[in-house]
């Protein structure tokens, strides 16, 4: 870092004063003693250069010239092979290469999410079998409807003597279409046009269905970006978003800070900061990836907000992807607006804009895996439809989603249910909070309340926080998922998932939390 | 990649002088001058101060040159915003010249968005699904030969799922399974569901020769096979390195491994005079050649029983394979989908038999293993990643998530596959009825003077059709492949798409028809065969 900083900072200032170039860092002792001190400088930066690889060199896997081995156990073996044993036979001893990419997945731990799952999964909350167990709060489910929606399963799909069209084989055995089937395709369109109040009509054929919303934004990250270019992405952002979406595509994410000041809305000065920022260093920025509504915040772009950043995708020419898999969980006074409806008023660049949808959290039917991409650009839709041979969706659940969704009645009485069951929950979650004198951003869409629990941390840093995530894992057996998780750039916030909570966990959930709370005043 | 690492300073480092950091840690040198390591006893210390001088300087050039030209009349404070004020007219009028060009899509989108005019195989399957074949609305469609669906035994999957497919979805009352799970129990990990994995183990057992035990913790499940491959190649190698593959090989692998992996195939040369068996002369040879051009070979990836031939490896191959593997230090990719749909007089041996049985370092063999072909279930998507390899395993698992199967499939094939009746009954009368489709093919192929290639497995016809194309090349194998399309509206699969090195090999999928359709099928060949007899 230093060595960089002091480089450029030197060769700006030659650029102005125009001096010799005999030798290098000159500008920066400029005057008193250059020369010297021009050579001093960089040969200390070099020999601390030569000290930090020194102990890289210690810790890194042997390896041969082309092949190299990686994993931990063959090391010791190696080490204790004789020196003079020649480098073929070295390369043979040890074990096979593995990618660079693979090694760098498999050897990144869990997660604080997936350490938090891992703890629920273990040991979960039953009222009844098992009261000392942990709360889950910390997931990306919502089961607030599913008595419903298994109700309908049962009396329309599969009951007795009900005639489910899936039982025609023909149409689910074999190949069917990789990016999802045309009846599916047409429901979802109709879903998606009655989550936003009919603003907007979808048109099935600009289309794919993938296996899950993530799939579906990685391969959108494909189409869009090549390996090592950026994307502006709006922090809070769900938890693991970033790292999965960089595994394979070599995204890079440049975060776009949003503060509780502004109530962690988006700003565009705040992304054209980032969006300068990021073209100083080097990076190709290709796009915006947003969350609308917000997953972490949970609240909405307004109408304003995203014609400006139309406006900002235009004149730097980048993509705009928006990921909208909340839009039919949406609750409160505030009005839900989707770009798409944006996209109906103006008629240019539609080219630039996609839009990422999911089923089964606005369905209540988690597991059912499906991921829709909405675009306007028939290039990037073409790439998809031949991407999604890698993530396609088994035709039961098709056949099965496709059924559902043609039941218009029951899907109206679904999502009016589901608004109306988030609305109470999240209330009474926040009302819970607020009797403990914790606040939470007010949310319009989404099963997650975000919850400044600053004031029950030791010190105001990451670390106090993570240690306040522990003591709510381990101690009150709430599994939440800490800011830091979501690149929160304050510390102190909490994501709170309330869809798989019931009315009656809400005063435990509540109870464990004001323990927690004394522990800290006291 | 390029660093060097610890094993070969070691050896190095008695020998010769080396780098200035190994080197440096092994004289116990002063610690005044760095770089003296390279340039000890002749006047270090002027050398040792000069040469990072030097660097340095080229490193300030080097970032100067990256750096588009800032007006100079800017004070160097990043930091603060307002000295970017005056930068802003200009910026933006950058920006609109931007906005006249189309917005800028990734190389790969670019590449793929287009049409396939590429590949005869993808062209012949989008004619099918303009015009296809029925026995009564379409009797002059375009029949499916091209794709490798099995229908043979749609009946039984039919009588299966109309007496089991409810309640293995919705599960039986309140047992807390099915969708009536609440909370917690929603939690499921990408890679499958562990009664899956348990289920497919005992599958697997049973399909791969009974003699081989397989452990659910080896298996990633993924939505198919074809994302099974991706996840492999994207573990196994990394961009711009390579897999050795054998032709004729499944026209699909392109995408599979070249697209997203970034991996090239290279391909390994087999011949009709040896019935398209595998040669380990061959493969060394593609080995060194690759070798020599600097490319990094890091697998082989071998489809057994062969896609498209039909014919499996023998034990003794699969040993020398094993061996090659082994002294070039390589992965093994095994496909073994076809594993079940034998019928041949040739028993097939899966690879997990042979490592199991001696010892070999294992954590070089993945098998990849699905349900489309074996189950005729290729609409479920269901597949699994097999490997021996730990590493691998912990990257393939976070890589499912991109292409996980949905719960509601989970639980319907959990509750097939463990329907060990069923199963059973399903296998006899699948194998009975690929033969006897097998074997009426080929007769009637005979019949019409064309030739198959040995097969033992999989539900392809490789045919030799050399005798009917002019001119011997793959331009003449393609004429006629447009004559099979547009003339005997069958779609079949050009062995050029297949990358086979010889024209005129045609791969004919039996299993997409009915036994009655088979005379249908044989009469729209004799057509062309007559025409093509008659014009030369």
């Known amino acids: 870092m230093t060595k960089t900083s002091s480089s450029s900072s030197s060769f700006k200032h030659r650029g102005t004063s125009g001096m010799k170039l005999i030798v290098p860092l000159q500008g920066v002792v400029q005057g008193k003693g250059g020369l010297f001190l021009g050579s001093i400088i960089p040969c200390v930066l070099f020999y601390i250069f030569q000290l930090y690889f020194k102990p890289r060199h210690r810790s890194s896997s042997p390896s041969s010239s082309t092949h190299n081995s990686n994993s931990k156990d063959k090391l010791s073996d190696i080490s204790v092979l004789p020196l003079s044993l020649s480098r073929t036979l070295l390369s043979h001893t040890g074990s096979v290469f593995i990618s660079g990419r693979a090694n760098s997945l498999s050897r990144t731990g869990h997660s604080l999410y997936d350490v938090g799952l891992g703890q629920v999964a273990e040991n979960p909350y039953h009222e009844i079998h098992n009261p000392d167990g942990v709360f889950h709060l910390g997931g990306d489910d919502n089961n607030l409807c599913m008595d419903l929606v298994q109700e309908w399963m049962e009396k329309n799909a599969m009951g007795e003597g009900r005639n489910f069209s899936m ?43 993938t296996a899950g919303d993530t799939a579906a934004i990685e391969i959108l990250s494909f189409c869009l970006a090549d390996y090592g270019n950026a994307f502006l992405v709006p ?21 776009v800070p949003c503060c509780s000041t502004d109530n962690f809305n988006l700003s565009i000065t705040a992304l054209d900061q980032a969006y300068n920022q990021a073209k100083k260093r080097g990076q190709n920025v290709r796009g915006i990836i947003m969350t609308n509504p917000s997953n972490t915040v949970g609240n909405l772009l307004n109408r304003e907000t995203l014609c400006s950043l139309l406006d900002f995708a235009r004149e730097k020419n980048i993509h705009i992807v928006s990921n909208e898999i909340f839009a039919g969980s949406t609750y409160g006074s505030e009005e839900f607006v ?88 999240c209330s009474a979650l926040a009302a819970g909070l607020k009797q403990l004198g914790i606040e939470c951003i007010r949310s319009s869409g989404g099963f997650y309340c975000w919850v400044d629990m600053s004031r029950l941390m030791c010190s105001y840093s990451d670390k106090g926080e993570l240690e306040l995530w522990d003591r709510l894992l381990n101690v009150a057996k709430i599994n939440v998922t800490p800011g830091s998780s979501c690149q929160c750039i304050e510390p102190g916030w909490f994501r709170f998932c309330f869809g798989a909570l019931t009315e009656c966990d809400i005063p435990v959930v509540m109870e464990r939390i004001r323990r927690i709370s004394e522990a800290t005043k006291s | 990649m390029t660093q060097t690492r610890k094993p070969t300073n070691l050896t190095r480092k008695q020998t010769n002088p080396s780098p200035s950091s190994s080197s440096s840690s092994s004289t116990g040198m002063k610690l005044i001058v760095p770089l003296q390591g390279v340039v000890q006893g002749r006047g270090g210390l002027l050398f040792g101060s000069l040469i990072p001088c030097a660097l340095f ?83 002059n469609g375009i029949l499916q030969l091209g794709l490798s669906d099995n229908k043979l035994c749609l009946d039984l999957i039919e009588d299966w799922m109309l007496r089991n497919c409810a309640e293995s979805i919705l599960g039986s009352g309140d047992d807390g399974v099915g969708l009536n799970i609440h909370g917690i ?23 791969m020769g ?77 080995f060194s050649q690759a070798r020599k051009r600097g490319v990094k070979v890091r697998g082989i990836l071998i489809s057994n029983p062969s896609n498209p031939v039909g014919n499996v490896m023998t034990q003794d191959m699969l040993y020398s394979l094993l061996d090659f593997a082994e002294e070039k230090n390589i992965h093994i990719i095994a496909d073994e989908v076809f594993a079940g749909s034998t019928y041949g007089s040739e028993k097939f041996v899966s690879i997990a038999e042979i490592i199991d049985s001696e010892y070999i370092d294992k954590s070089r063999v993945h098998i990849i293993y699905g349900l489309s072909k074996d189950l005729s279930l290729a609409g479920f998507r269901v597949g699994v990643i097999y490997s021996y390899n730990n590493s691998v395993l912990a990257a393939a698992k976070k890589l499912s998530r991109f292409s996980s199967i949905s719960t509601p499939t989970q639980r319907l094939v959990t509750s097939m596959l463990s329907d060990k009746r069923f199963i059973q009954e399903y296998f006899q009368t699948n194998q009975n009825r690929i033969r006897e ?43 006629l492949w447009e004559k099979f399309m547009s003339d005997a509206k069958i779609n079949i699969t050009p062995g050029s798409a297949c990358h086979c090195i010889e024209p005129g090999w045609f791969r004919i999928c039996f299993t997409t028809i009915t036994l009655e359709d088979i005379p249908l099928v044989i009469e729209r060949i004799r057509r062309v065969v007559e025409s093509c007899k008659s014009s030369s």
């Open chain 1, 338 to 425: 989707s770009i798409a409806e944006i996209m109906e008023a103006e008629d240019i660049d539609r080219d630039k804009v996609h839009i990422v949808y999911g089923l089964s959290n606005d369905l209540s039917a988690p597991g059912f895996r499906v991921g829709v991409i909405y675009s306007y650009n028939l290039n990037v839709l073409a790439a998809c439809r031949k991407l999604a041979r890698f993530s396609s969706i088994s035709t039961p659940p098709q056949q099965l989603l496709t059924s559902m969704l043609s039941d218009t009645r029951f899907i109206q009485k679904l999502v009016e249910i589901n608004r109306s069951r988030l609305q109470k929950m």
């Open chain 2, 185 to 207: 129990a929603t939690y499921q990990p990408f890679d499958g569901l562990e009664e899956l994995k348990m289920a497919f183990s005992d599958f697997m057992h049973k399909v």
């Open chain 2, 210 to 286: 009974g003699s081989v035990k397989f452990d659910p913790s080896n298996m990633v499940l993924t939505a198919g096979a074809t994302p099974a491959i991706e996840i492999l190649s994207f573990c196994l190698a990394d961009q711009g390195n390579a897999l050795l593959v054998p032709t004729p090989y499944y026209p699909g692998f392109d995408r599979d491994v070249k697209w997203r992996p970034g991996v090239d195939l290279i391909p390994v040369h087999c011949r009709s005079a040896d019935n398209f068996s595998l040669s380990i002369t061959a493969l060394e040879q593609a």
């Open chain 2, 57 to 139: 300087y080229f490193l300030q050039l080097y970032l100067k040159r990256r750096r588009p030209d800032n007006p100079s009349s800017n004070p160097p404070t990043p930091s603060t915003s307002s000295p970017n004020l005056p930068d802003l007219p200009r910026s933006s009028s950058r920006s609109n010249f931007n906005t006249r060009g189309p917005v800028r899509l990734s190389k790969l989108a670019t590449l793929i968005s287009k049409p396939d005019d590429d590949s005869p195989y993808y062209i012949g399957l989008h004619r099918v699904a303009q015009d296809p074949y029925g026995k009564v609305e379409n009797p």
């Open chain 2, 437 to 479: 489709a097998h074997d009426a093919f080929v007769e009637g192929l005979s019949e019409l003077g064309i030739k198959c290639a040995e097969s033992s497995a999989g539900m392809y016809c490789w045919a030799d059709m050399s005798g009917l194309i002019r001119p011997y090349s793959e331009k003449g194998e393609l004429e």
């Open chain 1, 235 to 255: 922090t809070p952002h769900s938890p693991n978003f970033a790292e999965a979406a960089k595994w394979r595509t070599g995204l890079e994410i440049v975060p």
């Open chain 1, 167 to 209: 039982l025609n084989i023909g149409g689910i055995a074999p190949y069917q279409p990789f990016d999802g089937l045309m009846e599916l395709k047409m429901g979802v369109a109709g879903f998606m046009s009655q989550a936003v109040e009919n603003s907007v009509f979808f048109n099935p054929s600009q289309m794919v269905l």
